[in-house]
Nanobody
């Protein structure tokens, strides 16, 4: 069992930055690939970014590539999402997720085993 708690959301103007953090507790964090997803009102939850168990591989949705950076610290059991050049269309609830098994990244939300409660990000124009 893994418990995930997100923090760092808030209200920011377009062009601004936020850093989301996800703290994990429970079973060996370093065994899990981690992902960030987001869900805007009336829309499906979508993949934003993922990082492999070692941190050696990362993947981004095209919509955030070049603006967002994912990182993890397996000594602290945290995974962060640095979000720069934010746009109003980035407004959503952001969720952290953990995937066991191979520890590899996938964009499929159904392949993730554990989820946090989400943190709201609102970008004003």
């Amino acid at each position: 069992q893994v418990q995930l708690v997100e923090s760092g959301g808030g209200l920011v103007q377009a062009g601004g930055s936020l850093r989301l953090s996800c703290a994990a507790s429970g079973r060996a964090f370093s065994n899990y690939a981690m992902g960030w997803f987001r869900q805007a009102p009336g829309k499906e939850r979508e993949f934003v970014s993922g990082i492999s168990w070692s941190g050696g591989t990362t993947h981004y949705a095209d919509s955030v590539k070049g603006r967002f950076t994912i990182s993890r610290d397996n000594t602290k059991n945290t995974v962060d999402l640095q979000m720069n050049s934010l746009k109003p269309e980035d407004t959503a609830v952001y969720y952290c997720a953990a995937r066991g098994g191979s520890g590899t990244i996938t964009v499929l939300k159904s392949r993730y085993d554990y989820w946090g409660q989400g943190t709201q990000v609102t970008v004003s124009s």
